[in-house]
């Protein structure tokens, strides 16, 4: 159960991590100050195998109008895919993927809005960079090399995604015990290494996410997945000992928000902001842009005898 003495323990355990700096984040030629400002990345999907529906969009025309509807609603980049991540979603390679996306970011970068890419093809990343994208949404660890000398070279935000495995259609079906009682020393590892090889390669500006947004075969309870991920937004703040924002997709936890599956990234978006996310992944921008200006909003009491 979240209550205040379960989050008071968290502090008192790790808060020393809570004020570690980060540096800003360049996307679409601006350096994002996220703990001034948490940075929002709406999310369009041209696989038809997404579940999200309100997310997907059938080409260039549709994306580039809820782009800009997106943006004007608080979204300070757009990410863009062409694979879904659900394991009974079909396979799109990477001359397909790269097809489908080059117009739609072309659009979106010549009607001023920021893009992000998300695939794990070094060609489609590339063209996709040619083609103005800005940023990186990196869901595979198999082509780093690859992938960094890219960003690198057109200067590039790279947002680099936990995998445990070689890409998100792709990750391994156990994690040990000590993973299962605390992720994050296991992402901090892996992490640590890529962006030093990140940086050595050239990539301007980084971001880390936990990666709570794959499925995970070593979790067959819904509601334990629904655990895991909420464990982590809350813990994400320790993650700020690597020195770059955090960023983290919002889950839907369909099983349990049923009919209201719509206003659950409102609610993941508050532990988020508890766990101190700098970046949002979200279908819903206005719904997590107004929850976040409440919580930025809220009245900070003052400590007993001030």
Partial sequence: MIDLRALAALV??????????????????????????????GVLNLSQDSWYRESVVAGREDAVRRGRVMQ??????????????????????????????????????????????????????????????????????????????????????????????THARDLADAASADVRADPLPAMLEQFERRLAHARELGVPSLAVDPGIGFGFGWISDRRERFRYQSTVLLHAFRLRTLGVPVCNVLPAAMDLFADEVRTAEGFFSVLAHLGRTGLYRTHEVPKVKAVLDAMHELPVFPEAGE
């Fill in 12 to 41: 008192a355990e790790h808060g020393d991590r809570l004020d570690d700096p980060v540096a800003t984040l360049r996307v679409g030629g601006r350096d994002l100050d996220t703990d001034a400002r948490p940075a929002l990345m």
């Fill in 72 to 165: 004007i609603q608080g979204a300070d980049v757009i990410d863009v895919g062409a694979e879904s991540v659900q394991s009974h979603a079909a396979r799109v390679e990477a001359d397909a993927q790269t097809e489908q996306l080059v117009p739609v970011v072309e659009g979106l970068v010549e009607a001023g809005v920021p893009v992000s890419v998300e695939s794990y093809h070094p060609s489609t990343v590339e063209a996709c960079l040619r083609a103005g994208a800005s940023v990186v949404n990196l869901t595979g660890s198999g082509t780093d090399e690859e992938m960094f000398g890219l960003a690198g070279q057109y200067g590039a935000t790279v947002v680099l995604c936990h995998v445990v495995g």
